[in-house]
């Protein structure tokens, strides 16, 4: 099946739109959908007061009131609402509650979320603690403000040697700029720099690899070579970001099974010898190998930029697949690793095609990587976190929410006017 663009004339009155695959593209017993995309507006609800809002307010102004009211003679009250919060909050990730979010409640609106956010300040003014501010941060996240995120961390610097237990929200703001980039990603245009191997003649070189064209021999090694490695960049070096990839290969035994791949930083004159020196270790891997490895990879997080971001592996009757990589590094090199061929009995190895999505990182300057939003260290101490951490981190993954918005087109839609009346 071909890519269809769909324009619809009157895009307020569509509530579904339904697509019929008559026949793939060639002849088969099955077909596959690799992607769907869709563009448009979101209709969003007037910003007046529903009567269902009204309601709702009443019921929290009533609520807090009362709340408000048995705290002075029962304080225990606050903590039981502040931990009924957070439970509640463990299941609201960062963004969850902004309106472009496919979780947000359809029972929630601006005006609900006010009153809420106004009844969890009274509260934790209340009960003046780390959990309190804790709630305050979580809730902000949630709703995706700027204003109440900075309210928020403003009372955390006042506190910046206190343990917050923090850690799980620290992971799920990683989560979520992980899923973001995934999302978000563009194609990315890659050259190759090297490759350790000969190819089998000069109109099956590994730059074939890289074209958009899925005809011709792709890229087959000498007789004899089972493996190869192959070194990417830009074409000026600079940075970049490699979110997912897709790799297809030869049909039959001369396909490549199973792959590493690596990607880094070299300061110095590109020198190909070098770079494939740095990873000679995993030459000598085989499928064996291969397998183990990723069984032990949930175990073992990735330290260094001599460790494998991603790894893939193709099934006997596919000759394709997208992978997502494991740590979206920003980096100036890209090798990928093809371990070995389908069957041993191959005579030479067979890569039809590389393609990827991610993002360019211009400037000389060393981007920040996700990792330091969910690394080690005190980040993911379960028994609690300084303030100081959660407010580094915290500020981290808003520049890197900016950075990336930067670089493609908004996912997130920030009001001026919103946050310039929040901030008072």
Known sequence: ???????????????????????????????RIHGLKTLGYQITKSKEVSVSDASAIWYLSLLTSLVTASMETNPALAHTVLQSTQK????????????????????????????????????????????????LLAFAL??????????ALSCISGHLQTKYKASSLIVSM????????????????????????KSKEEKSGPENMLTESSTGDGF????????????????????FQVTQMKIKVRKGAIGAKCGLVFAYTEEDSFDAEKH??????????????????VQDSGRISVQTEDEPIGWFELEEDWNDVEIKLQQCRVAKFLMVKFLCTRQDSAERLGVQNLSFS????????RLVDLDDLSGPGQSLDHNGVTGLCLLTKTLFFIQ??????????????????????ESG
């Not at 929630?108 to 603690?129: P, Q, T, W």
């Open 88 to 135: 509640a909050l463990q299941h609201m990730p960062p963004l969850s509650l902004t309106p472009s979010s496919t979780e947000f409640p359809k029972f929630f609106s601006l005006n609900i979320l006010e009153e809420v956010d106004g009844f969890l300040v009274r509260i934790a003014n209340c009960c003046v603690s780390p959990d309190a501010e804790m709630t």
């Open 142 to 151: 949630a709703r995706g403000s700027v204003a109440k995120i900075l309210q």
């Open 220 to 239: 087959l090694t000498e007789s004899g070579k089972k493996k190869a490695s192959v070194i990417l960049s830009t074409e000026d070096q600079s940075n």
């Open 400 to 421: 890197q929410l900016t950075r990336d918005m930067g670089f493609q087109e908004a996912w997130i839609s920030i009001d001026p006017d919103r946050i310039k009346r």
């Open 1 to 31: 099946m071909r890519p269809l663009h769909l324009t619809a004339f009157s895009p307020e009155l569509i509530l579904d739109v339904q697509i019929n695959i008559k026949r793939c593209l060639s002849d088969g017993c099955d077909t």
């Open 358 to 365: 991610g993002y360019l990182c211009p400037g000389t300057e």
């Open 174 to 197: 990683a989560s979520v700029r992980l899923r973001l980039l995934y999302c978000n990603g563009k194609p990315l245009q890659l050259h190759l720099q090297a490759c350790d191997v």
């Open 276 to 293: 494939f020196k740095r990873f000679k270790k995993y030459d000598s891997w085989n499928y064996k190998d291969y397998k183990e490895f």
